[in-house]
């Protein structure tokens, strides 16, 4: 009994069955689409939080969100970078800048950095 093999064929098609297996790994997991919507919503309201927030003098409005979840540590946190709106309307001012922290992954601890 004599078989014959290609060796070329079945070098592709070893080579296609290792990218297929491959690819969905290499793939970019898409965070839920209400991750960023929660992480606006709890800057904002650390930012509006007593005792430093005086709501008749200063506006805050949180417009961006870029997050990275970093789970190295034994509680995972967001580190954020935010782009937010402050507005005094009673001295005219009106400004955007970026604010970092981290927040964790329940939405209950809000550190600050810059």
Request: contains cysteine; hydrophobic residues 40%.
């Amino acid at each position: 009994m004599i078989v014959s093999f290609n060796i070329a064929a079945m070098r592709n098609a070893i080579a296609i069955g290792c990218i297929c297996l491959l690819t969905p790994s290499c793939l970019r997991k898409a965070p839920p689409a209400d991750v960023p919507t929660k992480l606006k919503t709890t800057w904002l309201s650390f930012l509006e939080k007593p005792p430093k927030f005086d709501s008749s003098h200063v506006r805050f409005d949180v417009k961006d969100v870029v997050f990275f979840r970093d789970s190295t540590v034994d509680t995972a946190y967001y580190l954020c970078e935010f782009k937010v709106r402050m507005r005094i309307p009673d001295k005219g001012i009106d400004t955007t800048g970026t604010m970092n922290g981290t927040i964790s992954k329940d939405f209950t601890i809000v550190h600050r950095k810059y």
